[in-house]
């Protein structure tokens, strides 16, 4: 017989841990090993326990799920993760499976979908809730921003002018709006509201909370 798939849940919700809790006990093939609430106890006890498979929120407190993923892969590789996300846009998707996920499931999925990705993942397999192979697809057809397009297009998705980006990224005004041109060609814009909402609508650019 089989030794139970060993679970390391990661959610700053008590309410997510609760459920995937109560699920994973009812299951004997399944055994939960720890629970942490955010990026720096994930990263802790992965070392600690080595489980085979880690649920992982997108939103933590401190850093988000991808951030902490590409972490504890860069010192296990073997690590095998599903994340959890209220995300279902194509840069969250993208940005998960760069980091090295080999699962997402969106968190209005049933409870029951969240075993079945860890049992798919648990043995190497990949696993995403309907509809998110095709927006990771659609994803990895575009063009990527730069880090220095990005920063760009943050200041403009709150309203920035030309000049205060210049000011606050210590840019010339001719480089700002070059950097604005590729952002428009890469995104499909014809101007700055075009972009902003095509950032926001992908994921490339969220609200602060």
Wanted: charged residues 25%.
């Amino acid at each position: 017989m089989k030794p139970p798939i060993r679970i390391l849940i990661v959610d700053d919700h008590a309410m997510v841990r609760f459920a995937l809790t109560e699920a994973i006990q009812r299951h004997s093939d399944l055994t939960l090993v720890g629970e942490a609430q955010n990026g720096r106890s994930a990263v802790a006890l992965y070392r600690k326990l080595r489980p085979d498979v880690v649920t992982m929120d997108f939103k933590l407190p401190d850093q988000d799920g991808d951030q902490v993923v590409a972490e504890i892969r860069a010192e296990f590789p073997e690590a095998r993760v599903v994340l959890l996300s209220i995300f279902e846009n194509s840069e969250s998707i993208w940005r998960a499976t760069q980091a090295g996920v080999l699962g997402y499931v969106s968190k209005a999925a049933k409870v029951a979908e969240v075993i079945q990705a860890i049992r798919s993942i648990a043995v190497g397999k990949t696993y995403f809730s309907s509809g998110l192979e095709e927006k990771l697809a659609a994803r990895q057809r575009q063009e990527n921003l730069t880090p220095r397009e990005l920063a760009v297009l943050e200041l403009v998705a709150v309203g920035h002018s030309n000049k205060e980006i210049a000011a606050a990224l210590n840019l010339s005004l001719s480089t700002v709006k070059l950097h604005l041109q590729n952002i428009f060609s890469k995104l499909g814009a014809q101007d700055r509201t075009q972009a902003t909402a095509a950032a926001f609508q992908r994921g490339i650019v969220r609200l602060k909370e």
